[in-house]
């Protein structure tokens, strides 16, 4: 996926293994959690190293400077 010596901080969004793009909320014992930009998504766990940037298509308005969602 990505190079080893880019690690994710909290709030950056990416985009995990299966193409589900997510808002970083915390790493915790090898596990990035991410949570979908919206009041009520769910949070998940991926491994950092299926964790990607994503393209200039994939990210959303709010995410490239735009207005919340």
């Known amino acids: ?3 080893s ?4 901080a909290p709030g950056d969004f990416v985009v995990d293994g299966n193409g589900r793009a997510g808002v ?3 790493a915790y014992e090898g596990s990035v959690y991410l949570r979908g930009p919206y009041p ?5 766990a ?8 994503p393209t200039d298509a994939e990210r959303p308005g709010w995410a490239r400077g735009g ?3």
């Open 40 to 44: 009520g998504d769910r949070e998940w």
């Open 46 to 53: 991926v491994p950092p190293h299926e964790l990607r940037r």
């Open 24 to 26: 970083v909320s915390r």
């Open 67 to 69: 207005s919340s969602p």
């Open 1 to 3: 996926m990505e190079s």
């Open 5 to 8: 010596d880019w690690n994710p």
